[in-house]
């Protein structure tokens, strides 16, 4: 069965870097545009960055030029480096496809602390 497993978030202050890491399985991962959102309490799940099967990339203009999205097709993982993290940024972080028709897997959260 189709299944998403995120890693990589953590506590960090502002100003910090992660890297998240997302390992797909149950489905052709390279025929896929995939993507990471995000949750903050109280607010909707939001798209974050998204990576097509092309590899081209889009970004939402609240992480533009401070997260990039990667994928590697041959370990079915997509990548979610992220830098000159704000506190504004703490949220849970999901991948997904690009248009979020898979089943969701259960985050990992990051906070980011000022």
């Known amino acids: 069965q189709v299944q998403l497993v995120e890693s990589g978030g953590g506590l960090v202050q502002a100003g910090g870097s992660l890297r998240l890491s997302c390992v797909a399985s149950?489905?052709?991962?390279?025929?896929?545009?995939m993507a990471w959102y995000r949750q903050a309490p109280g607010k909707q799940r939001e798209l974050v960055a998204r990576?097509?099967?092309?590899?081209?990339?889009m970004y939402a203009d609240a992480v533009k030029g401070r997260f990039s999205i990667s994928r590697d097709n041959a370990e079915n993982t997509v990548y979610l480096q992220m830098n000159s993290l704000k506190p504004e940024d703490t949220a849970v972080y999901y991948c997904?496809?690009?248009?979020?028709?898979?089943?969701w897997g259960q985050g990992t959260q990051v906070t980011v602390s000022s």
């Open positions: 990576i097509h099967n092309t590899e081209d990339t």
């Open positions: 997904n496809s690009g248009t979020a028709i898979l089943p």
């Open positions: 149950g489905f052709t991962f390279v025929n896929f545009n």
